[in-house]
T-cell receptor, first 115, second 115 residues
Framework: AQTVTQSQPEMSVQEAETVTLSCTYDTSESNYYLFWYKQPPSRQMILVIRQEAYKQQNATENRFSVNFQKAAKSFSLKISDSQLGDTAMYFCAFMKHVGDQNFVFGPGTRLSVLP | DSGVTQTPKHLITATGQRVTLRCSPRSGDLSVYWYQQSLDQGLQFLIHYYNGEERAKGNILERFSAQQFPDLHSELNLSSLELGDSALYFC??????????????FGPGTRLTVL
């Protein structure tokens, strides 16, 4: 079974600074997808970024980027120029392959952006 | 607003009771996913329906069942409720069958409290 670990239950960062959230996972699969989801206080789950395991290039979405290390089974999220609206729970998630819709989520990291 | 609607927003009931949670996917989306978010278990995938057919099951208890109707809305039925079933239940929808290619959009969730 796949597992996802987020070792940082809580983090804080000053507005405009950069922060990195860690995620590691365990799988024997070679093809899979990784995701970062954001859950602000409104509780709405929002996709931040996703990475396909067979792509070596790290995904980037505006201020959000990932550092995907397949051999180390590590998938960290970097948030640049942090904004107050980035305050949220962040969940790392794993999906085995295209045909398997069984998402496995990590326990989450609560990020607070301080003014 | 993701376009996914869930009713009711809040539900309070007693142990042993049965409840039905409803989800309306985004217009045109054929896939519906159900998730449970609890303090004990975190975020867990429950079940996936595509165009009326069950496609994948996650950690869904036998006391729970779901269906997707011809108009594509979905219902999650929870019976013989226990205190531990108290959680936030999310529905998500996506265009196609494969989440690797299609983003899933989450509803606002239904907060279930079992007393």
């Amino acid at each position: 079974a796949q597992t996802v670990t987020q070792s940082q239950p809580e983090m804080s960062v000053q507005e405009a600074e950069t922060v990195t959230l860690s995620c590691t996972y365990d799988t024997s699969e070679s093809n899979y997808y990784l995701f970062w989801y954001k859950q602000p206080p409104s509780r709405q789950m929002i996709l931040v970024i996703r990475q396909e395991a067979y792509k070596q290039q790290n995904a980037t979405e505006n201020r959000f980027s990932v550092n995907f290390q397949k051999a180390a089974k590590s998938f960290s999220l970097k948030i640049s120029d942090s904004q107050l609206g980035d305050t949220a729970m962040y969940f790392c998630a794993f999906m085995k392959h295209v045909g398997d819709q069984n998402f496995v989520f990590g326990p989450g990291t609560r990020l607070s952006v301080l003014p | 607003d993701s376009g996914v609607t869930q009713t009711p927003k809040h539900l309070i009931t007693a142990t042993g009771q049965r409840v039905t949670l409803r989800c309306s996917p985004r217009s045109g989306d054929l896939s519906v996913y159900w998730y449970q978010q609890s303090l004990d278990q975190g975020l867990q995938f429950l079940i996936h329906y595509y165009n009326g057919e069950e496609r994948a099951k996650g950690n869904i208890l036998e006391r729970f069942s779901a269906q997707q109707f011809p108009d594509l809305h979905s219902e999650l039925n929870l019976s013989s409720l226990e205190l531990g079933d108290s959680a936030l239940y999310f529905c998500a929808s996506s265009t196609g069958l494969a989440l690797g290619y299609n983003e899933q959009f989450f509803g606002p969730g239904t907060r279930l409290t079992v007393l």
